[in-house]
C-alpha cells in the first residue's frame, strides 16, 4: 500500500489543505483530524505541510508492521517492540 500527502484547494476554511491518503483516494481520518485541529489552531501552512509528512512518514513504516491497519489508531497496536 502507498501513501501520499495531496493538497486540496477545496475544503472549508477550518479544515487543513494538505490531507494524507492511500493509493485510492481515500484519507486516513485520524491523521487528517490532527492536520485539521492544527489548522483551527491557527498553525501556518508550511507548517501544516511539515506536520503532514512527518504523519506521512510515520504512516508508510507503521504499514509495514505485522498485523497493523493504519486506517485505524488504537492504542492496542502499539507494543514495546
Do not use: K
Amino acid at each position: 500500500m502507498t501513501f501520499h500527502l495531496h493538497r486540496r484547494d477545496d475544503l472549508a476554511a477550518s479544515a487543513s489543505p494538505y490531507r494524507v491518503m492511500d493509493e485510492t483516494g481515500c484519507e486516513i481520518e485520524w491523521a487528517n483530524r490532527f492536520l485539521d485541529r492544527q489548522r483551527v489552531r491557527g498553525v501556518m501552512d508550511l507548517s501544516l505541510r511539515c506536520y503532514g509528512h512527518t504523519l506521512l512518514h510515520f504512516v508508510r513504516w507503521w504499514a509495514t508492521q505485522p498485523g497493523v491497519d493504519v486506517r485505524r489508531l488504537e492504542a492496542n497496536q502499539f507494543t514495546e517492540s
